[in-house]
């Protein structure tokens, strides 16, 4: 009985030093987006504001709040799925830089002259802007539009072009932290492993990846945040289903109020991607701090 009774009177004092624990954590960024959507309100409160209110967002852009995945067939779909598109795209190019990436940056990484031939070139062209890349690739794969490999992969020079807009932005981080985390493999690291004669695959699962590991995440979590704002980009100019389609196309009709809402899901998502690449590497990578 005194067990129980201690259980019955601890539970709650134990939800509610969580709930204090979170207190100073959950309040500050509540209070700030108050003071921010106040002076919103105050700015765009007039008769003819240059952007609506946000009382007048969310009454005019309520059906995409209330139900982001309706489907009225064509482009005329709730947000969820303008997303759900993009999120395609950016896991197929993303995808592709992950493997590619970290391929070309461990070999890079452990040849010293493959490093020296190929780093300036890599360094010029990781700076070239995403969407000059675009009219690039959209010139290379138009060529190959009445391919038979297109019709069997059921996608098109259109979609290729965006994919490969993400791929190329995104694969460059991922290549460098990861030649650069090769490259940092602590000496006594190396020669552990060469007193115990570890074989190259041992050496490469037991030494090179765990001591690399930390930069490839590194690069893993710029590469996710470049590809979500390369995918926006590219999917305003090659228009079709996407959120950044919707956003371009919100603006051209004047839908402002859809606008905003699609640009706060963007920042939603954008987040998320980068938490669930962050806690990967939270739960696969061990640090010393």
């Known amino acids: 009985m005194t067990s129980n009774n201690l259980l019955k009177q601890s539970s709650p004092n134990v939800v ?49 709040i209330a139900d982001p995945f309706f489907d009225n067939g064509g482009t005329d779909k709730g947000l969820g799925r303008h997303i759900f598109e993009s999120l ?29 031939a190929f780093d300036p070139i890599f360094q010029v062209l990781r700076t070239v802007p995403p969407l000059a890349w675009l009219p690039i690739s959209s010139a290379v794969f138009e060529s190959f539009k009445e391919s038979e490999v297109l019709r069997m992969l059921g996608t098109d020079a259109v979609e290729l072009s965006a994919v490969f807009v993400i791929f190329i932005t995104s694969v460059w981080p991922v290549l460098m932290n990861t030649a ?23 050496y490469f699962t037991k ?30 100019l090659k228009g079709g289903v996407g959120i950044g389609f919707f956003i371009w196309d919100s603006y051209n009709s004047g839908k402002y109020s ?19 690449v962050f806690y990967i590497s939270k739960f696969l990578v061990q640090t010393d701090s």
Do not use: H
């Open 16 to 64: 509610f030093e969580w709930l204090q624990g979170q207190f100073k954590f959950i309040v500050p960024p509540v209070l700030a987006l108050g003071s921010l959507l106040f002076i919103w309100q105050l700015l765009c409160g007039g008769e003819t504001p240059p952007l609506p209110p946000p009382t007048k967002v969310v009454t005019e852009a309520w059906k995409f």
């Open 88 to 116: 395609k795209r950016v896991g197929i190019g993303y995808s592709g830089s992950v493997v590619i990436g970290i391929s070309l940056g461990i070999l890079i990484g452990t040849n010293v002259v493959m490093y020296r």
């Open 180 to 202: 650069v985390g090769v490259q940092q493999v602590p000496q006594d690291y190396r020669n552990v492993a060469k007193v115990l004669r570890l074989s190259r695959f041992e």
């Open 207 to 236: 030494i090179l990846v765990p001591s690399a590991a930390p930069y490839i995440f590194t690069g893993l979590r710029i590469a996710i945040g470049l590809s979500w704002l390369a995918i926006v980009a590219a999917e305003m």
């Open 258 to 276: 859809e606008m905003i809402v699609a640009l706060f899901y963007v920042g939603i998502v954008g987040l998320l991607l980068d938490k669930v």
